[in-house]
């Protein structure tokens, strides 16, 4: 195959948005998820995040990163540090548009559920707003968050409830995304919508 | 829809593969790569992750997430502390196999890359061993690490260089994955190829 090299050294002559959507896709296929919070004056905020990760089943624990919140905070950093609830909900093929607009900063006072038209949903007490129309939805708690390198914030979560809509759970517990329209980003702002190829088994190790 | 709800405390009665397996699904696609990795008497590891994220463009900075260490440490944990250096390559439908059996558990005196039949490439002279096969491949140095909640371990490394098939790689520098055969991972062993369906435009926050 034909390959093109970048060393260390290149890096700082590549053109800036250039090297910003080459470095945020090379990591591959991203899950697309909004997670929704609340402030604790009940203003609620949903935003698109692609970096939620799968930390431990038992107890179920996920994680997110956000971006450096020295110069400015976003509003799900702000909401996180007065409720410690939110909830990570799955996109779909048709709320591509409107989840991909709740990047933009609205100035606080405005829920990106009004201003997006995002249906929010609430789930008996639980303390942070869902979004109706995912096919999955979890509820979690802040448990404990970590500056990084970069000055990035890890946010840890534990799982409170789920709510999956039941036609795309397979018997063994996973979730059938064929069944689904769930999608998944590559780089900042491509969606794809994948396919099943091969279900294989776990692999003891 | 019509939906499942699952409360804290139902997920206690659960049977346990079958959570593992919904836990490890809920949060939609994960990106499938092999992370390689070189001890400090040069025995080489390969493993398959789906847990790498991206940090950050400047510098380009990935992290990915090890289970617990604390009963028995991974070869590619092992390494780490030996040895900061390490590759993250992406993987393709030809090699979903081989790839997903890298995480069995070999001796530390074997090789993956030689169990596996998966091709190992060095370049130059950085000092961990790439996936000859994988369309994407990486080399980073670990720059910090984070224990967290449940002990997993998060590794944070820098980009040192990147090196691409040269025909994937679009004008406005992202990945166009139609033109790749690289696949996502949803739960523990699910292989998805993603099309497609939608790119939009960076929405300045």
Redo the contacts between chains.
């Keep these: 195959?034909?390959?093109?090299?970048?060393?260390?050294l290149d890096?700082q002559k590549?053109?800036k948005?250039?090297?910003?959507?080459?470095?945020?896709?090379?990591?591959?296929?991203?899950?697309?998820?909004l997670i929704g919070t609340r402030s604790k004056n009940n203003k609620d905020n949903v935003a698109i995040f692609?970096?939620?990760?799968?930390?431990?089943?038992?107890?179920?624990?996920?994680?997110f990163?956000l971006r450096p919140q020295d110069e400015r905070q976003t509003d799900t950093y702000k909401n996180l540090k007065e409720n410690s609830f939110f909830t990570?909900n799955?996109i779909n093929?048709d709320s591509?548009?409107k989840a991909?607009?709740s990047?933009?900063?609205y100035t606080n006072d405005i829920s990106e559920f009004t201003e997006l038209n995002i249906e929010q949903y609430n789930?008996k007490k639980f303390n942070a707003p869902f979004v109706r129309d995912s096919?999955?939805k979890?509820g979690l708690k802040k448990?404990?968050q970590?500056l990084?390198?970069?000055k990035?914030i890890?946010v840890?979560g534990?799982?409170?409830?789920?709510?999956?809509?039941?036609?795309i759970?397979?018997k063994?517990?996973?979730?059938n995304?064929d069944k689904s329209k769930?999608?998944?980003i590559?780089?900042?702002?491509?969606?794809?919508?994948?396919?099943?190829?091969?279900?294989?088994?776990?692999?003891?190790?």
């Design positions: 195959m034909e390959c093109n090299y970048y060393d260390i890096f590549l053109e948005l250039w090297k910003i959507n080459f470095i945020n896709s090379i990591t591959g296929f991203k899950p697309a998820n692609s970096s939620v990760v799968h930390l431990g089943s038992n107890p179920g624990l996920l994680g990163t990570i799955s093929i591509i548009d991909h607009q990047s933009k900063k789930y096919d999955i979890i448990v404990e970590h990084l390198y970069n990035c890890l840890v534990k799982i409170e409830n789920i709510i999956v809509n039941s036609s759970i397979e063994d517990g996973n979730i995304f769930i999608v998944c590559s780089g900042l702002y491509s969606y794809y919508k994948p396919k099943l190829i091969k279900k294989l088994n776990y692999v003891k190790s």
